[in-house]
């Protein structure tokens, strides 16, 4: 197990993680070349690369999903989980750490990334991750390097230090020098960095920048203060020893400089994540798997591939899995093995057991989800970790292109939910339609494209239908007869009913005051439920609600009256009498909390403006340093795409969560917009 002085070995899995861009792909990808795993680095651009891998991330040129791949480095077993960087498929990043052991955080000098850097850092935090900082690329960098922390580290909660720094031929960086090493290196495209000399210029910025690395890792070793403090020059195994324990117990976070693109320093990076991340007996104690368990495995992510069926990655917490065991979630059996695999990215390779610490894919657990405990044997283990997906930001309505397809639509739907609880669907009875909702435009797309590429089934998607309503604003006392003479039976129903509106919330409510059995008992069923048809449509062209009809009055004839003369008669004094009762729209106020960092609230403000919001107030956020949140009321209608506003006003980090509060009148140009609209799609 690691402990100070000793590194941990065993298999270990470890996530690539980082802003929106910032070179994950390409870096795990220099690593697998760097490992011999692969024989050529490939590029995002070439469309390329191992991670990546599906037709929708090939089309997009970037990350939808979590990409995995295993290596080999110097005899030991890495597993590297390329994450997405995009907002919009974090639930993929999210679901997976937990069962990670380190995760190294793939940035750059850029100072609009920062605000996304922070989020990440705080998940890994949070969750208590080891992590470092690998600032990708260093080709691009200027000297303006030197601002590192000073840019980087109100993004961390935890102490960062530059593990390393540049050095510089002109403006250009062209190697780096290792602090805990106190070696130097240049730079060599595609080979591993060739050491020079340690001298002159170079040697004394080393000496100030090492200090101020030691001074860092001093904070928590007093031994190493003192030596610092009596210029006593501390042992090298003494500073890793310290980087390794510091790293480990989340107190510091180091910065190793590189350039995915050219490998360059991804060689020592390897090395620190070889020494300096934990092994799995340590990642086990984080996530709390029972002491003694018998095999219990972590699923990071179910997938249905296009032909091979279902397949689960599981990180292997406790014991081996052997091909064909069967496993149990704490739910329901999740299903047996069909082979064990090696991934490398969408590469599988049938392997034999899996001991612990290994991440693997698992062929047909049909009943294994994203995010399930799998335990072999006949007790389920608890559940470790369950990730609760982030709120929905975005909605579509989603239907099949051909007819044919409406039942296959659903079942794709129903598994892409389960690879990807972040994105869901209900079913919209009114208005016939399945609102798939996510995390943003791309998430939505990507998942279309899936339904086709993946499932055969072509979607078409627009815009969910709004539940708008109408109501009336004063009452009227209205008959409604129905009577027709054609040959031998004749139908004859006649009711008058007393219509008024009702307070905000109150429905339709339907009473009987029918005096001396002018209408007959029988009938008055009939009546409301004609009347209750003729409010699904009213003067509008919408559903009445907050309404009271009375029935008051009537009459009926021996032989003709019927039910369904009845109903028609109730029917139709609600067509005659609501267009006197001043109907009036009504639309779905959504209560709607936007959080943002502080410096965009302000830009919140002219935003709700346009889309017809109303601020109730602003607010720091709770356990957000530097965030606010915003409260405002908003019509269902206006919220829409407003994510995709509130994004490119926060670089990306701002989000929102409402619910639905109250419906309220819309006059004037909306309305007549919004009926006409209404009237026109009634007509097509
Ligand atoms: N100059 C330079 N460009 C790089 C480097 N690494 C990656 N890139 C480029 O940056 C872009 C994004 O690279 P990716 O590897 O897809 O980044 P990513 O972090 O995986 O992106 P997402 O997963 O979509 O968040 C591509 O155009 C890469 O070629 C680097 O070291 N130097
Ligand atoms: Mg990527």
Request: proline share 5%; net charge negative; hydrophobic share 40%.
């Amino acid at each position: 197990m690691a402990q100070n002085g000793t590194r941990a070995t065993g298999p270990r899995c470890v996530a690539l993680v980082g802003p929106f861009q910032s070179g994950k792909t390409t870096l795990m990808e220099a690593i697998l070349a760097r490992t011999g795993a692969i024989a050529r680095q490939g590029t995002v651009e070439a469309g390329t690369t191992v991670g990546d891998g599906s037709k929708e991330a090939r089309h997009h040129r970037m990350s939808v999903e979590l990409s995995v791949a295993t290596t080999t480095f110097m005899d030991e077993t890495f597993t590297f989980l390329d994450c997405p960087g995009s907002v919009e498929f974090a639930h993929d990043m999210r679901a997976a750490l937990p069962a990670v052991d380190a995760a190294v955080v793939v940035c750059e000098m850029d100072e609009k990334k920062v605000p996304q850097l922070q989020l990440i850092l705080r998940e890994l935090e949070d969750q208590k991750i080891p992590h470092f900082l690998f600032l990708n690329k260093i080709d691009k960098a200027t000297s303006t390097i030197h601002d590192v922390l000073a840019l980087l580290q109100p993004a961390s909660r935890c102490k960062l230090l530059l593990r390393q720094i540049p050095t510089f031929a002109g403006d250009i960086i062209t190697g780096f020098v290792d602090l805990a090493l106190e070696r130097a290196f240049v730079y060599k495209e595609h080979a591993p960095s060739e050491v020079v000399p340690l001298e002159g210029e170079m040697l004394d910025h080393e000496k100030t920048a090492r200090f101020s690395m030691l001074e860092t890792l001093a904070d928590h070793d007093d031994e190493l203060m003192e030596q610092l403090l009596g210029d006593v020059q501390p042992p090298a195994d003494k500073v890793f020893d310290d980087l390794g324990k510091e790293v480990r117990d989340g107190l510091v976070c180091p910065i190793l400089l590189g350039s995915a693109i050219r490998t360059n320093g991804v060689l020592r990076l390897l090395k620190a994540i070889r020494h300096e991340v934990p092994d799995i007996a340590t990642t086990v104690k984080r996530i709390g798997v029972k002491p003694g368990a018998d095999c219990v495995a972590y699923v990071l992510k179910s997938l249905h591939t296009a032909h091979g069926g279902k397949m689960s990655i599981v990180r292997v917490l406790s014991g081996q899995i052997p091909d064909s065991s069967t496993f149990l979630t704490p739910e329901r059996e999740a299903g047996r093995v069909a082979g064990i695999f090696k991934l490398l990215g969408q590469t599988t390779e049938k392997r034999g057991p899996a001991a612990v610490g290994e991440t693997i894919a698992l062929g047909k657990l049909d009943h294994a989800n994203t995010g399930d405990t799998l335990t072999l044997g006949k007790h389920a283990h608890p559940p470790l970790v369950r990730t609760a997906p982030l709120p929905p930001v975005l909605s579509i309505a989603i239907g099949a292109k051909e007819r044919k397809d409406d039942v296959k639509l659903g079942q794709a739907l129903h598994k892409l939910i389960e690879e990807d609880p972040s994105l869901s669907v209900v079913h919209n009875a009114e208005a016939h339609e399945v609102v798939a909702s996510g995390q943003g435009e791309m998430h939505l797309r990507v998942a279309s494209e899936r339904l086709a590429d993946r499932f055969g089934v072509p979607v078409a998607t627009r815009k969910p239908t709004v539940g708008y309503r109408e109501t009336i604003k004063k009452g009227i006392v209205q008959r409604g007869r129905h009577k027709k003479q054609s040959g031998g039976h004749g139908q004859y129903g006649d009711v008058v009913v007393d219509i008024k509106p009702l307070p905000r919330g109150s429905g339709f409510v339907f009473t009987d005051e029918i005096k001396g059995g002018v209408v007959p008992r029988n009938y008055i069923p009939s009546v409301e439920e004609g009347v209750a048809d003729a409010l699904k449509h009213g003067p509008l062209g919408f559903q009445v609600v907050d309404i009271a009809v009375k029935l008051i009055d009537g009459s009926y004839h021996t032989v003709d009256s019927s039910d369904m003369a009845f109903q028609l008669a109730g029917r139709l004094a609600i067509h005659e009498g609501l267009p006197q009762c001043q109907p009036v729209l009504l639309e779905p106020i959504y209560q709607v909390e936007i959080v943002c960092p502080s410096e965009a609230t302000a830009k919140m403000n002219a935003l709700m403006s346009g889309r017809r919001g109303q601020i109730l107030g602003f607010d720091t956020r709770e356990g957000w340093p530097g965030w606010d949140v915003v409260r405002v009321q908003m019509p269902e209608t206006e919220i829409g795409d407003l994510i995709v506003e509130v994004r490119s006003a926060t670089a990306g980090v701002g989000s929102y969560t409402c619910k639905f509060d109250h419906m309220a009148e819309v006059t004037g140009r909306t309305a007549e917009q919004i009926v006409a609209a209404k009237k026109a799609a009634a007509a097509a």
